[in-house]
Structure formats: C-alpha cells, structure tokens
Nanobody, 122 residues
C-alpha cells in the first residue's frame, strides 16, 4: 500500500520561510518523478515544482521561481520544498505527489498525500 505523507506546514509571516517534507512508502521512490502542488480556497489545484527521479532536473513555476527550491533524498524516500520569501498569495494546502512522467500535469500523478496547510500572514 502506497503512503504519501506531507509535513512542515504552518503559519508564517510574509517574508518568512518554511520547509515542507514528504515521505513516501510502498513504492520504489527513485522510479518516480515527484511534484509539489497547491490549492487555495476557491481555486483549482496548481502545480508548483517537480523533480526528476534522480534530482537531475527540476522545474518551478514562475510565481515561485527564485523563492522555492525542490529537492529529494532517495536514500530516505523523502521529498522537500524549501520555501523562502513567502507571500500571502502562497497560502494554500500543499500536496506532494508521485508520477511516472516528468512535468506538472496533474492527471499524470498517481499517488497523492493528504496535504499540509501553509498560511502566510501579511
């Protein structure tokens, strides 16, 4: 049984930092592209960042580029998202997901966590 569990969310002031973690079990972690997605209230889920199976390729959407960094530790089956210079518009539920294809197409991700809430106050 595949389990995807996010942690590290919380309440932070604008300009602050958070580090999200995602641990995965029940699959061969380094067979999968990993991605971070977020969903704000009343909005559709959107892709934030993704990383290839070996960490050799990463992608961040324009709104977070230069502020967020995705990374992974395959020895620990863990994905990370370092978030700096946080803005109120970054407030959302953040989800970790695993999929076979590199990219941020939601439909191509097979396994999802329950999410961790990030709230940025102004």
């Amino acid at each position: 049984q595949v389990q995807v569990v996010e942690s590290g969310g919380g309440l932070v002031q604008a300009g602050g930092s958070l580090r999200l973690s995602c641990t995965v079990s029940g699959l061969t972690f380094d067979d999968y592209t990993m991605g971070w997605f977020r969903q704000a209230p009343g909005k559709e889920r959107e892709g934030v960042s993704c990383i290839s199976w070996n960490g050799g390729s990463t992608y961040h959407v324009a709104s977070v580029k230069g502020r967020f960094t995705i990374s992974r530790d395959n020895a620990k089956n863990t994905l990370y998202l370092q978030m700096n210079s946080l803005k109120p518009e970054d407030t959302a539920m953040y989800y970790c997901a695993a999929g076979p294809m590199y990219g941020l197409r939601i439909a191509e991700y097979n396994y999802w966590g329950q999410g961790t809430q990030v709230t940025v106050s102004s």
